[in-house]
């Protein structure tokens, strides 16, 4: 259990990861069917018909068993709904407000949680697998992973980003050919062939998220950490108003006398001249 700022790809990878290293690899994961855990589109295009997260589970030998029923379902969400009402209770009795704190005080909620309400399981043993990998190659798995091709240029494009490979010995061969983009939860960024790690440079590293960008739901998270740094970084608008174009005068407030006439145009009285006597 974790607090995140969003229900994405990322933070159930990383959630994967703390509780493997803390109790091994279990036979299988029981969900809903959020895109995160499958293709609802039998007709999408491209790819293996397999998420990152299938992917990371079918490295690791899990299962993912997906809800089809609303029994199950609610099955699901039972907990979910028991924690919505009295944990958040639990927070503010403990004067907890920021998401720091509250993955702090986690550990001592869930360990009194269980003691109250656990029931006992019909078979003791423990079904989980001890984790044979290592620490790095687990966080590997945990990750957000692609191909992306290489062009001439020895150039790729990865999330909105040209990324340019520093020249190498290694680097040199790989035109026309697919590295493979390791994207980690935490924000790190790695281009890697055969497992060799790539030097790299991003060619324009202020490129805004379009518009009219079309984001997957699972990557939302990360495209708006992503819009967030841009936005702390003082972005400037190309688009300046009249104001910061030096166009733009402040006139005093004119007072007007109860003798006052206005002043018509030339053009306007002759436009006005033939209706007046028409009437």
């Known amino acids: 259990m974790q607090f995140v700022r969003s229900e994405s790809t990322d933070s159930y990878l990383s959630a994967v ?102 029931v006992t399981p019909l078979r003791s043993e423990d079904m989980h697998r001890p984790l044979s990998l290592s620490i790095d190659k687990l966080t590997d798995i945990l990750c957000h992973r692609e191909q992306r091709y290489v062009g001439s240029q020895l150039t790729l494009t990865y999330d909105r980003r040209r990324i340019i490979l520093e020249r190498n010995a290694t680097s040199e061969d790989l035109s026309g050919k697919y590295v493979d983009v390791y994207d980690f939860p935490d924000g790190r960024l790695e281009v890697r062939f055969k497992d060799l790690l790539l030097p790299y440079r991003v060619f324009s590293k202020d490129q805004r998220v379009s518009h009219t960008a079309i984001v997957e739901n699972k990557r939302l998270g990360h495209t708006l950490a992503l819009i967030k740094a841009q936005q702390d970084s003082h972005f400037e608008a190309k688009v300046k108003t009249n104001s910061e174009k030096g166009q733009y005068q402040k006139r005093g407030r004119q007072i007007y006398g109860p003798d006052y006439v206005p002043k018509i145009p030339a053009e306007a009285a002759a436009v006005a001249e033939p209706t007046a006597k028409k009437a």
Request: glycine letters at 6%; charged letters at 20%.
């Open 17 to 118: 990861h703390t509780y493997v290293t803390a109790y091994g690899c279990p036979v299988a994961f029981y969900s809903d069917k959020h895109t995160v855990f499958r293709i609802n589109r039998s007709s999408a295009p491209g790819g293996t018909g397999m998420t990152q997260f299938g992917r990371a589970l079918a490295e690791l030998n899990i299962e993912i068993i997906c809800a089809n029923s609303s029994q199950a379902k609610g099955r699901v969400e039972r907990v979910n709904r028991t924690l919505q009402d009295r944990l958040v209770k639990e927070l503010r009795l403990a004067d907890i407000s920021n998401i720091d704190a509250g993955n702090a005080f986690l550990p001592s909620f869930m360990l009194a949680h269980n003691e109250r309400f656990a």
